[in-house]
């Protein structure tokens, strides 16, 4: 072997160079030790520092300095050099990894490529190898060409062709094979793809390379539920692999393809900077390519922010395309063909794009989705004009046509709306102002919402319709109420001021005879400001409706005033349901909104299944109407989580999720996605939670901070499962400080303790203790035995496993006391609560007793487990026997171990303890083969392992 033959001086150096990290460092490295050889005159050593710079440079950008060492080590094939067939498989490798560099580097020339694909065949046949790899690279050349017939006769030979030991894995192999066949024939693609894909191939880059290629063909043939699946099984493996950008790429294309772009402009934000670390044009362009893609189709949804680290998004986006459409050019250029830019537009093509999200949502578009076929598509003002008085019967009758009316008229208002305010049709206008008025509230934005307003006023005024001028400006009023409440407070002077002025329009609309409009006013009044007397503006308001006939509003404003009723108790909302009730008959939204107040009654009552049956009864009455459905599936979804049905909750939360996306409530869909996430967290499905709980929690704790807790509670639970640990302490201590702000102290102490319990696990001790003594000193605050055992017991282990082991025991051993006395000063309800220190004893023992272990304390170590055998019995007392042994032999004290380990070994086995056995059996086998005694550690493991 070369490295035999190197001197000590250069071996010195070499070594140093591997030292390095890949990329510039490790490559100048193993330039100065090449440097050094040739200095040297040294065959040997130029030969090793060659083949060390081919390495080191195939992971550094656009190098072609590669290829020269390369092609000296095609020299050394020669056989006067007498390298030995290893050396020789080794440049025969890299060969093959040079003919890849080339196709990936446009500035190779096509002859250049050519010809180091024909040298590869000459090498391989010269050194007795069949040419798989051969001729894979003439079928991507023929790709290069447009030469589809070749392509096809080389892609047949690669698969006739028998493997031998210079063949690349079967996984990459059966990868590249399905990518040929996908020029012409996807469905092939799959099916060469599908062993790869479900794990039955393996290697450092498959399955999850493959499982990208898998969603793309699957996203192109609109299979997106397929194309979901592989491209989560994809994406957790390569989100941060920046070696593996061009996979990433992929994986954003197929979130785009899917409806998700919420998801991939999330995604892509924090790794545009990958593109100068990228090491091929080719990487280069199919990244920068999809990074405009996916800019171009978050701003076409207004998900975009406008600018990028500090740039004009559209500068940003425009960069990345010029990017990728240059670098495709230089490809051509060098086949002669469009072939690299027809791929790349195939690739990105908004034709491919599904019309809504596949995978829930993670953020609102700010562009309205598709009306959808139903809806009506105004044109003129006739048509306006009709739209009107179709949303104003809808409302009367409080029919849920009134979503589709107005998803119409707003798809339709920026086309319409122009020539009707260049008109003087004073119908169209007061039609126009209607509709404006009425779908104001579907903004979701309190200054566009009054923006929309003072439009709707302005309409009503030109076309001289007293009852709409009054509407809007009523409406405005209320809106203005609502701002004083956020900005000054319910007690401001502000907020006083705004419910006078409120009032008095309601008031004087109703005194000066529009009824209708003042009926509409109180109610929106009371439900959106809650006054202290909103029961009775809402019945007042259906005692105005009763007045003009129209029962459906009547019993819409009993059925609202009934949860705000409670303050007497149930009888007040019963009666408010069941006067509604004897006005709707049958009417579905109006008897799915009784019904499910008649749950949230029972639900307070403490009948839960008797809640969960009358949910789905008012689920089954409302239909499919967007906004009555959603009402209804919230408090179902809060209801089901206080069930701890997982499998249920599950289905009502997506479609949650689904109509909330609809109605583009972006508050709805936090929550939903906040039910969501839960039902994933507690069905295995912790990487998707994950996804969710992060996109709901800001609008959580901007709009419902009562559930800033629960919801960050889960996050954490997800990280946790996930292991992604830094993730989880945060999440954790979100969780804490929104559990306090709610006042709720038990729920605060424990999350602080998992805060702490996760820095732990992140290995940030100093954070782990700071999270630890606060979650004591509000389990302390709050009265909460069980977590001041359980952080202060966490907080002294933490101390042991640090520089002072004997003060940590000190204080691990002292808990137990510190939490009797704690205990009996904030006694439990139940007697049988009652701390007991004799039942955590043996614990504290035992933690002890392994924290002393792995500090090489054996004899303590041993002895404290001996104490805590003594204070227990059962199988309890087996484990400690055997633990006890494991430590001696984790200290090759074998002697001692060995008959104590036996013997437990066999009792374990006896008794069913699995787990344990195994761990016992583990601990000896390892202390026999450090012994030199292999063979009886193999005997050991055999007849005690997991096989046993």
């Known amino acids: 072997m070369q490295w035999d033959l190197v001197s000590p001086e250069f071996a010195d150096v070499s070594l140093a160079a591997d030292r390095e990290p890949p990329g510039p460092a490790r490559v100048r490295g193993h330039q100065a030790a090449l440097r050094l050889a040739q200095r040297h005159g040294s065959f040997a050593e130029e030969y090793v520092a060659r083949t060390d710079l081919s390495a080191a440079l195939f992971h550094v950008p656009d190098s072609p300095e590669m290829l020269t060492h390369v092609a000296w080590l095609r020299g050394a094939l020669g056989a006067e050099h007498g390298l030995v067939q290893a050396e020789r498989d080794d440049v025969l490798w890299k060969l093959k990894w040079a003919v890849e560099k080339i196709e990936k580097l446009p500035e190779v020339p096509l002859a250049a490529w050519r010809a180091a694909v024909d040298d590869l065949a000459e090498a391989f046949t010269g050194d007795g190898y069949h040419l798989r790899p051969v001729h894979a690279a003439r079928a991507w050349l023929a790709v290069a060409l447009d030469e589809p017939a070749e392509r096809d006769a080389e892609l047949a030979r690669w698969l006739e062709t028998p493997r031998d030991g210079r063949s690349d894995c079967a996984a990459c192999e059966a990868r590249g094979q399905a990518l040929l066949a996908l020029e012409s024939d996807p469905h092939r693609a799959l099916e060469v793809l599908a062993r790869v894909v479900s794990g039955g191939m393996t290697c450092a880059e498959e399955p999850q390379v493959s499982q990208s290629h898998d969603a793309e063909i699957r996203s192109g043939l609109g299979d997106l539920d397929g194309a979901a699946a592989s491209f989560r099984r994809s994406w957790y493996d390569v989100a941060d692999d920046v070696a593996l950008a061009d996979t990433v790429a992929r994986c954003l294309r197929v979130l785009v393809r899917m409806g998700n772009t919420d998801r991939a402009y999330d995604l892509l934000l924090p790794r545009l900077g990958w593109l100068d670390e990228l090491h091929t044009a080719a990487d280069r362009m199919w990244f920068a390519g999809t990074a405009a893609w996916v800019l171009h189709h978050a701003r076409r949804l207004g998900l975009a922010a406008d600018e990028i680290g500090g740039r004009p998004i559209v500068e940003v986006q425009d960069e990345l395309a010029r990017v990728a459409e240059d670098l495709a050019a230089r490809f051509d250029a060098r086949s002669g063909t469009v072939v690299t830019s027809r791929r790349l537009l195939a ?390 400080a929104g559990f306090e702000a709610a006042g709720r102290l038990e729920e605060a102490s424990h999350a602080q303790y998992r805060a702490g319990m996760a820095a732990w696990e992140a290995d940030e001790l100093e954070a782990a203790a700071a999270h630890l003594d606060d979650a004591v000193d509000k389990a302390r605050a709050g009265g909460t035995t069980d977590v001041v055992f359980a952080a202060a017991r966490s907080r002294a282990a933490l101390q042991a496993s640090g520089e002072d082991l004997d003060a940590g025991i000190t204080a691990l051993d002292a808990v137990l006391g510190d939490v009797e006395r704690f205990d009996r000063e904030h006694p439990a309800d139940d007697p049988d609560a009652a701390f007991d220190p004799e039942v955590h004893e043996p614990d504290i023992l035992r933690q002890g007793a392994h924290l002393l272990a792995r500090r090489g304390r054996t004899d303590d170590a041993v002895a404290r487990l001996a104490r805590a055998e003594a204070l227990v019995g059962g199988d309890f007392e087996r484990v400690l026997r055997a633990e006890a042994g494991a430590v001696l032999a984790d200290a090759d004290r074998l002697e001692e171990a060995e008959p104590r380990l036996r013997a437990s070994l066999t009792e374990l086995h006896a008794h069913g303890l699995h787990r344990e056995r195994v761990e016992a059996a583990g601990a000896l086998a390892r202390a026999l083969d450090r012994a030199g005694r292999p063979e009886e550690a193999r005997d050991v493991w055999d007849a005690f392992g997991p096989g046993a």
């Open 347 to 736: 690739a990105c093509s908004d034709a491919l794009v599904a019309d809504g999200p596949t995978l829930p949502p993670t953020h609102l578009t700010s562009v309205p989705t598709d009306a959808g076929r139903s809806a009506p598509a105004p044109t003129t003002g006739a048509d306006v004009v009709a739209l009107a008085e179709g949303v104003r019967d809808a409302q009367r009758a409080v029919d849920p046509a009134l979503e589709t009316a107005l998803r119409g008229w707003l798809a339709a208002r920026e086309r319409v709306l122009p020539g009707l305010e260049d008109g003087d049709d004073a119908a169209a206008l007061a039609a126009a102002s209607t509709l404006d008025r009425v779908s104001a509230h579907l903004l979701r934005d309190p200054e566009r919402e009054a923006e929309r307003l003072r439009l709707a006023e302005r309409l009503a005024r030109r076309a001289g319709d007293e009852g709409a001028l009054r509407h809007a400006r009523g409406d405005l009023a209320v809106l203005a109420v609502r701002a004083a409440l956020d900005a000054h407070g319910p007690g401001s002077p502000e907020a006083r001021a705004a419910r006078d002025e409120a009032e008095s329009l309601a008031a004087g609309a109703e005194a000066d005879g529009h009824a209708e409009v003042a009926a509409a006013l109180w109610r929106w009044y009371a439900l959106t400001t809650r006054p202290a007397d909103a029961v009775a503006r809402l019945r007042h308001a259906a005692s105005l409706y009763a007045g003009l006939g129209l029962a459906p509003r009547q019993a819409l404003c009993l059925l609202d005033a009934a949860p705000l009723a409670y303050d007497g108790g149930p009888a007040g909302p019963t009666a408010l349901v069941e006067e509604a009730e004897r006005l709707v008959g049958a009417h579905p939204v109006l008897r799915g909104q009784a019904l499910d107040l008649r749950a949230r009654m029972a639900r307070a009552a403490g009948d839960l299944d008797r809640a969960a049956d009358l949910h789905e009864q008012a689920l089954a009455a409302v239909g499919s109407a967007d906004g009555p459905r959603l009402a209804v599936l919230l408090p179902y979804c809060d209801l089901l989580v206080d069930l701890s049905a997982w499998e249920r909750l599950e289905p009502r939360a997506a479609d949650a999720v689904a109509v909330s996306a609809r109605l583009r409530d972006p508050v709805a869909l936090a929550v939903a996605q906040r039910h969501l996430g839960l039902a994933w967290v507690e069905t295995g499905r912790p990487a998707e939670a994950a996804e969710l709980l992060e996109a709901a929690l800001p609008l959580i704790h901007q709009h419902v901070p009562d559930l800033v807790g629960p919801t960050a509670w889960a996050l954490g639970n997800a990280d946790s499962a996930l292991g992604t640990w830094r993730g989880a302490r945060t999440a954790f201590a979100t969780a804490s």
